[in-house]
């Protein structure tokens, strides 16, 4: 039997290397197919949830030459008790099935990625399943779970069923099987191919001399694409979503929606479209045609576009809610411009997404956001409910879902930014300059990758602590240097000057990590994120100020001659290490943070203790 902990190796070493946003038990659910039934990655990714709604369907597998469908339901745990409960789950995937199966119809087509491609793939082979296979998958050997109560009900339930009498009446059969997680990796059979209809031809009349010449595929077919694929299909873009962004909604999101309803309406022809709207880039491993002259992508990823699709698709659920025939008729009529980028390098393809998102302009961050380090970095944090918000717009996308919503439960509201965790690990490492100006760390990706080092996702409770802290840091001096005291004095002037501040926020990071007075304050605040400074840490930072801010305005003026001169880089420096040293801080071997020194790496001492 393979442990827990050999499952989460296996899944965090899955996540990090394949950029995957989903829970624990999902991704071993995505390992499972792949593993157990020799398909491909884009194929498992398709075939298994990574969100709420899923009716205790975990992942599924059709075996077409078997007529055999396998429904799963996962469980990640050492708990018997809790696993047994997977029970009740694939218990409620059979009532969904039944509706499907027998009935034929759903009273909502799916959200969830996952049962969209099953409850497509099963209109299309209904009649030919010979087995429904019901499984629960966990560390458990199906002697471990067999005489669980929860077993023995969930079979009762099964007999009882009209799923099991309408297969008995087909000459097929249900089943119920208890399996443990595939960790044995093998290559797959096949590689999927995702067909996208094309419009053959290559004009479009929009009126007598008003044309367009291009490449067109439909819209339908690209929000069929993304309801296939889910989320993964924006993986490569800089941003998943600008839907909640108010600037973003009345810019994008309003104007579309406006085209889309006169155009169903019939107040426009379909043809419009692509005249006011730029269309969509899509990038893939290989592109080729099938027998229906429709384009076949192998792992299809949209580069331009994201908006445009998750716009449409909100819109076409609308329709379909509706039940609006000609309107939905209409909205198929709908062409887009298309560009398909195939065969390039990884390099090739950031500068390709950069270059077609020129419209809505992006900062040089977001060209980092889909890193290795930073997809690690957002599990990391997510296994301890914090979000990290690496790609703009997702806070509001994912939160907007309670289901989601609920695996944050140390976020508050808020989310640690890219920008802002680059700006504090650069201050933790003495490297001011990047940290008052945190910009040149995204300059390059040599620069990026000084910061961004494969240590940093060891250390989820530093990056909390530090998060907190810094907030806390900046708003403490601006209280301080707003005392009559300094504010009245040249004060404001010598501490308005960047590098000046993070030399002092350099002192209070020390502090905080390497004072025994200061464990308890290590403790309340390395576990969940504070939305805004916290008034109690604002004070015991100010508190800390006392010490530092007179004794530093003082050596800098006198070092300036009265701010006339500028002080050296060198002089600065050796004047603050040696201050360092006079507070009893230790800036090369005590405790830092995002080192074994720091509160992760210290488990023996306790969370955040001193050396």
Sequence with gaps: MDTKNSCIEAVKKFRAKQGVDAGDENVIATIHLMNTHGIDLNAALDQSSRSSNDNGIDAWYFDEKAGSLYVYQSKLSE???????????????????????IVGTVENIPDNHCLFNLYTRLAAVKTGIRKINLVLISVYERNELEDTQEYEQFERELVKSDLNNFLHEHNARLSPEIDTFNLEHGIPRKIKVYPIPRIPEARIDLRRNAHLDIAFVTLNSLVELYRQRGDVLFDKNVRLSLMHNKEARERLVTPMDSTLEEITQGKLDPAIFPFYHIGVTISAASAGTDENNALALEGPSIINGCQTIAIANEYLKKLERQKNNTALELFKQIKVIAKVVVGTTSDELKEITNSNNRQNPIENWQLFSNEPIHVEIEATLKDIGVFYERQKGKFDSVMKNAENAKHYWNTNATYIKVMDLAQVIALSRANLQWAAKPSEIFANKENHDKMFDRSIPKYPHDIIFVSNLFRAMKRALNNYLE????????????????????????????????????????????SSLTRIANPKLVDEVQAFYQRVVLKTRTWYTQESKDLTIEISKKKMDSFFENFAFELGLDPTDGVLP???????????RGRGAAK
Excluded: C, M
């Design 79 to 101: 708990s018997r008790a809790l696993v047994a409960k997977g029970f009740r789950d694939l218990d409620r995937a059979r009532q969904w099935l039944e509706q499907v199966v």
């Design 483 to 526: 005392l009559p005291a300094h504010a009245n004095s040249n004060a404001p002037v010598i501490f308005k000057k960047p590098i000046v501040r993070h030399q002092v926020y350099r002192l209070a990071l020390l502090h905080f990590y390497q004072s025994n007075g200061r464990a308890s304050t290590r403790l309340d605040y390395s």
């Design 594 to 604: 995002f080192t074994p020194r720091g509160i992760d790496g210290a488990p023996e």
